[in-house]
Structure formats: C-alpha cells, structure tokens
C-alpha cells in the first residue's frame, strides 16, 4: 500500500475533493453530513454545527465523526477549510456553469458546463494527486521489465492510452480488458514487473482480480482510482488518485476519464524524463516510422525522411 499523506499534504487538497472520494466509505449518517456539505460548501461554512446536524437529519457526533474521517480535526476546521476553497475559487466559477446539466439547458449551456466540468476534473485532480506517490510508481514502471495495463469499459481506452504511450519510448508494455486475458497475463509476471489497474470506482471485479493475482506473483502492483478506500487499493502497492466530478449526464465513464489521463500523461513525461535520450530516439524513430501516412509537412516544419524503396 501507498503510505497515507500527511496531515499537512491532506489540508493543502480541496475539502470537496476529499469528500467525493471518501463518499463511498462513510457510515451512512455521514454520507447524508457529506451530502448537505457537497449540496452547499458555501452555505455550510456559514451553518453551525446543529444546523449542519439537522440539515442532515443526524446528531452533532455524526457530524464530528464525519469531519474525522474525512481529515479535518473538527467542525471548526472543516468551516474554515470550506470558506477558504469556496474563496479561492468564487473569482473563477460561474454557478450556472459549475450546477448540474439539466434536461432543459441548450446546447450552448451543455458545451460550457462539460468544459466547466472537464477543467475542473483536471485541476482537482492535480491539485490533490500525490507527488511521492506518483515518483514510486514512476521509478517502478521507468525500472520494469514489463508493464501490464489492466482496464475495463471507459477505463480500457485510458488503458490502452498508457500502453501506447510506454510502447513509443521503448518500454514493453501491454494493455488488456479481457477478464480471462488479464489473468493469464497476470499470472505470468514476476518481481520486477509492473501492473497497472485502473477503475474509477476501485470495485471492478475484474481489475481487482487481475491486480490480486499479480501480486501474489511478486509483481509491483499500481491502482489509479477516484476513491482511495476503495477495494482496488488493497491490492496495490501504490494507490494514485483522481478528482473527477459525476453529474447527471456525466457518469463516471465520461468524467474520469479525463483525470485519468491528466494523471498518465504526469506518469508518462515522469518515466520519459528517466530515459531521456532513448525516448527521445524513440519518438523521433516511431514518428517518421508513420510519416508516410500523413499529408502535407510535419507539424514543426522540418522535412519528412526521405521515402524509401522507390
């Protein structure tokens, strides 16, 4: 398992970040406490403590208990933390854009809440992601003899976007969304090998499945999720997390999948920078290998590599 932040790393993520991704693993009472805050951060951090407890249809402990576990000290703290992000972000977000896509919005307001929405995604993510963690896995996957990508539904393609991209700097690498090919796959790996799970909910069977098995084989395991508590990130060795918002016509399936990929091109560039002449040889190389196919000159203006065999 990945070690748990600190409390100083823990207060610097947004406090709805936090609590989206802790949702799934609080009592119920205090999913109704989270609820309440996540409907209106703002209004809460004006609330007191009973007013929070009634809004929620609970007592005052839940609400303490809730605070707790989500890594503010109190109900004090969790004011304090509340008002701070509504204020460092109340200059950038316009309510309409930041509200939920109704049936009624027309294409305009659907086009500025999914872009809303998507760089919101990117920035929480980025906000919150842990740089110790992200190094670890950097150097493992920078130091494996093999990186085997594990991914199903919307989490294959982002899968298969990270094979590609440690394909094209010469690191063998393989993705796969089938259940019995993932376990095969897993089954074959030994220590100095990597696999990489990705699941937005931490609970696809499959995934977990296929990351299990490659531990047992002595394989490093690497989970990427939206929730930290999650039954995937107790078969990984390091747990790497996003921040992606749901809304009504946004399931998981749209809106993690770009904070997944904001995270896999962070580990990409990470590993590329520990190879650097090679990847560097390798992109070039894997770009003039597909320059025939393209029309017109390259993008940056330099010539093509002179066709051969004509």
């Known amino acids: 398992m990945a ?158 976007d990270l094979q590609q991209k440690l394909h094209r700097i010469g690191r063998v690498s393989f993705a796969w969304s089938d259940t019995h090919i993932m376990l095969t796959s897993a089954a074959v790996l030994s220590e100095g090998d990597v696999a990489f799970g990705i699941s937005h909910t931490g609970a696809t069977a499959d995934t977990v499945e296929a990351l299990r098995v490659a531990r047992e084989r002595g394989a490093t395991t690497v989970a990427l999720t939206n929730f930290p508590r999650s039954p995937i990130s107790e078969v990984a060795d390091h747990v790497l997390t996003t921040a992606a918002r749901e809304t009504t016509f946004r399931s998981g399936a749209m809106a993690s999948r770009i904070a997944q990929l904001t995270v896999i091109d962070c580990l990409f560039i990470g590993v590329a920078q520990k190879h650097l002449d090679s990847a560097r040889n390798a992109l070039e190389s894997t770009y003039e290998a597909v320059g025939g196919h393209r029309l017109g000159p390259r993008p940056d203006g330099r010539r093509k590599a002179r066709e051969t065999g004509k």
């Open 3 to 160: 070690p748990a932040k600190s409390g100083n790393e823990i207060s610097e993520a947004s406090p709805l970040v936090r609590i989206r991704s802790l949702l799934p693993g609080l009592a119920r009472a205090e999913q109704r406490v989270a609820k309440v805050v996540l409907d209106n951060p703002q209004v809460v951090a004006h609330r007191s403590i009973t007013e929070v407890a009634e809004a929620a249809g609970t007592s005052e402990t839940t609400v303490t208990r809730f605070c707790k576990a989500i890594g503010v000290g109190g109900y004090p703290e969790l004011r304090i933390a509340l008002a701070a992000d509504t204020a460092r972000t109340a200059a950038r977000i316009d309510r309409d854009l930041g509200s939920d896509i109704a049936p009624t919005d027309d294409l305009s307001q659907v086009v500025g809440k999914v872009a809303f929405a998507d760089a919101r995604a990117v920035e929480e993510t980025a906000e919150q992601l842990d740089i110790a963690t992200l190094n670890a896995v950097v150097d493992a996957v920078a130091g494996a003899g093999r990186v085997d990508v594990y991914g199903v539904g919307a989490s294959a393609f982002v899968a298969a």
